[in-house]
């Protein structure tokens, strides 16, 4: 199950270490946030819907992020920027634990959420780059399985500093210690290269005298649907799993009725189910395609999510159903790093599919604070608000994969041959200033 790991090189081995890494403290970073919901909605009094904008503005900064870190790494490249996306969000996750209102709170999500949305856009690119095309669902899926990692340890995090500590010191720890693991995270970085591809791709940009490509060629009328479908994809995908994930602890302590301790032990469960599911996903990525798999997982999220939210049930029953919800909900997103990758030409990659995995982080990052404008009010039950908001989310899943090609096996060398002349023909359609165009 395995062998292709061992058939890895030593640069394809040391990204997929660092990157791993680096999925895991983004991870644990962002998860933080769901677990003290609760908590802050008590402390400071606050609502649901501030809960929820607390939530839907740091994942909407991260879509500035992402965007710009893709474009700086097309431009400066993608382990450069990597790093500073790392350095950037876990300072500003470390001064969230010094906030004392929901406003000082709010402008330090916001500017954390511009590195962890940076991390992706580069971390994700470079993955694709370096590992070759017959590994790269399995390797770039078996790194988003780091996130199950990182929520792992923030459901723990959750669990012990609960346990030991008041509430109100509580949370506060959990923001400084979600920050330490990304130094190791930049010692792993240390001996990673920039992709040869992008390398290669620069290198006759620079010859050639040509300026980078603008942040604009993403909507070009020849990437124009490629940028539009992959963002409705990364947005049915991401608005179904943060209408479920966000508001899950505050779920289970409310409706389910569990303690915040029981929350972490749930939230635990969930997150193994997850890490299957990344790893599923990554192998049958390349199995039966990147577009099936989209299709499977969206069948089994329509599935899952109502009998999680509906099925009564405690004890072994309740953990079995966190399972298969972490499985098809976190699950599916194994396979937009690589199909992105693949979607985009070298000179516009890191653009596009920061653009586009980002606009659907901040289009279904207002999914939760519909949430909870839903319950205000008592207009409706907090499950039948999750319930609606997660299921339609999947319809934009399968009307994008109807319209977009499928990827699996595609060389990327030769991906750079194509734009190289496609740009070519780009120059030569673009008026000549002095000759009268």
Not at 115 to 130: H, P, Q, R, Y
Request: charged residues 15%.
């Amino acid at each position: 199950m395995f062998a292709w790991f061992t058939s890895l090189d030593r640069t394809e081995r040391k990204t997929l270490y660092a990157c791993f890494g680096g999925w895991a403290v983004d991870a644990l970073d962002t998860q933080l946030y769901s677990f003290l919901i609760p908590t802050l909605i008590a402390v400071w009094g606050m609502t649901n819907a501030e809960a929820g904008f607390l939530g839907t503005s740091a994942l909407i900064s991260s879509a500035i992020g992402g965007w710009a870190a893709g474009i700086l790494s097309d431009r400066i490249g993608r382990v450069r920027v990597m790093k500073l996306a790392i350095l950037w969000f876990s300072f500003f996750t470390v001064l969230s634990g010094f906030c004392n209102s929901f406003e000082q709170l709010l402008a330090a999500r916001i500017l954390s959420g511009i590195g962890f949305g940076g991390e992706w856009a580069a971390g994700s690119v470079l993955m694709g780059e370096i590992i070759r095309s017959e590994y790269r669902g399995k390797a770039v899926g078996t790194v988003q399985s780091a996130y199950a990692i990182g929520y792992a340890i923030a459901a723990i995090l959750s669990s012990i500093l609960f346990a030991t500590l008041p509430d109100t010191q509580a949370w506060r720890w959990m923001f400084w210690l979600g920050a330490a693991p990304a130094i190791l995270v930049l010692l792993a970085l240390r001996g990673v290269p920039e992709p040869a591809v992008f390398l290669a791709a620069r290198e006759k940009r620079v010859k050639a005298g040509e300026a980078p490509a603008s942040p604009l060629m993403i909507f070009h009328r020849r990437y124009l649907r490629t940028t539009c479908l992959t963002s409705l994809l990364a947005f049915g995908v991401q608005a179904g799993g943060f209408s479920m994930v966000i508001w899950l602890p505050t779920f289970l302590k409310t409706v389910r009725e569990i303690s915040t301790v029981g929350v972490g032990y749930h939230m635990f469960v969930l997150t193994v189910g997850s890490f299957v599911g990344y790893i599923v996903a990554a192998y049958l990525c390349d199995a039966i395609g990147r577009r099936r798999n989209f299709l499977l997982f969206a069948l089994l999220n329509w599935i899952f999510i109502p009998a999680f939210l509906y099925l009564p049930g405690g004890g072994v029953v309740m953990f079995a159903l966190d399972f298969v919800l972490g499985f098809a909900a976190l699950g599916i997103y194994s396979a937009l790093g690589p199909y992105f990758t693949e979607l985009f030409p070298n000179a516009i990659r890191g653009n596009g599919q920061g653009f586009a995995y980002n606009f659907g982080r901040a289009a279904g990052a207002f999914f939760p604070t519909v949430i909870g404008l839903m319950t205000a009010g008592g207009h409706l039950l907090l499950r039948d608000a999750m319930a609606v908001t997660a299921v339609s989310a999947y319809f934009f899943v399968l009307l994008a994969i109807a319209l977009l090609p499928e990827t699996r096996g595609r060389e990327l060398a030769e991906e750079v041959e194509k734009e190289n002349a496609g740009q070519g023909a780009l120059r030569l359609a673009q008026p000549v200033p002095g000759n009268g165009s």
